[in-house]
């Protein structure tokens, strides 16, 4: 009888994805409309002039945000040019050549040679040996807090302790005291992962999120905590369940406060369905799936995988399936008949 009860279950549960699953792709762009890490409409050109070894645009670009005070984009923009150095630099070198004391090269440089050192079997030695880069980059513009955010990444693969550290992330927070990137490193830093637990995690990022300015992405920070307990897979209490569970509101809260499909949030939004979906709270994470649009980001799913983009859709496929699994198989319509209410 028992075995026959969950067959039941089992058949019931399928012609539950069969019905439902179709009309849940509602909102959702198909596989081959979503775009891995997709550039946004000023770093793009900068990217293709790159790939045809010119510097120019990026140039153009960094000194728009450096001038500006765009930070955080400035931020993002570092790091995807810096990326994009890593295979293919002969523009990053021309530039250096053209103009070595720019501000904004000398950020780049800093940046990528602290990605490569990371890579290197030898990284702490290595990012020992970028220092100077970093200190040129720093003084390159005393108001840009993005080498600042470098250095504290730097800080935290040459095994700085507190005290240093604590240092460094004065200096961040002087030159702007809400910048994303700065706390994400400040935050993985803390992780139980390098040199904190996730008791001091979630502390600094809840207060971190309470002290936010509206709009702030800083204000999703606890989420970004909440990952890393889900990552490590260490038991979780009540407690720290229902911790993970209000970081995950919060972030909630803060996505709605976008549009639907905005590549800004992207990352931010793609880091909450994997933990929603860690929660198992299927229903919310398809709700993010659909805000993100075709912006798949390779960060958090490159922590699982070598292939971000397969796991994105293959997440976002499992989602659909597990929320359709869950709704009547018949909806009260169905169960009044043709005749409507009174047949």
Do not use: K
């Not at 293709?48 to 500006?68: H, N």
């Amino acid at each position: 009888m028992v075995r026959t009860m969950s067959l039941l279950r089992a058949l019931i549960s399928t012609a539950r994805m069969v019905r439902h699953t179709p009309q849940l792709a509602a909102g959702l762009p198909p596989d081959d409309a979503v775009l891995l890490d997709a550039p946004d409409g000023r770093l793009a050109p900068a990217l293709v002039s790159a790939a045809l070894g010119e510097y120019e645009s990026a140039a153009e670009l960094l000194a728009t945000t450096r001038e500006s005070a765009e930070w955080e984009n400035r931020d993002r923009y570092v790091t995807r040019l810096a990326a994009f150095a890593h295979g293919r630099d002969t523009w990053l070198a021309a530039w250096l050549r053209a103009a070595p004391r720019d501000p904004d090269a000398l950020l780049v440089r800093a940046e990528l040679a602290v990605r490569r050192a990371w890579e290197s079997p030898a990284r702490a030695e290595r990012l020992r040996e970028t220092g100077p880069l970093i200190d040129a980059a720093a003084d390159g513009d005393p108001r840009d807090p993005v080498p600042w955010r470098i250095a504290l990444d730097h800080a935290r693969g040459t095994h700085a302790g507190h005290t240093a550290f604590e240092s460094l992330w004065a200096q961040a927070v002087r030159r702007s005291s809400h910048h994303y990137g700065c706390h994400v490193a400040a935050l993985q830093y803390l992780s139980a992962q390098w040199y904190g637990s996730h008791r001091e995690c979630f502390d600094f990022a809840e207060q971190a999120a309470h002290d936010a300015l509206p709009g702030s992405l800083v204000r999703a920070l606890p989420v970004r905590a909440a990952f890393t307990q889900i990552l490590n897979g260490d038991p979780t209490t009540p407690v720290q369940a229902d911790r993970i569970d209000a970081a995950a509101d919060l972030a909630i809260a803060v996505s709605a406060e976008y549009d639907a499909g905005d590549p800004w949030p992207a990352e931010v939004r793609n880091l909450l369905a994997y933990v929603l979906v860690g929660r198992g709270r299927w229903t919310a994470a398809l709700e993010q799936f659909r805000l993100i649009g075709p912006y798949a980001t390779s960060f958090p799913w490159t922590s699982v995988t070598d292939d971000p983009l397969g796991q994105f859709l293959e997440t976002r496929d499992g989602v659909r399936l597990q929320v359709a699994s869950a709704m009547p198989l018949r909806s009260r319509a169905d169960r009044r008949g043709p005749g409507g209410h009174y047949a």
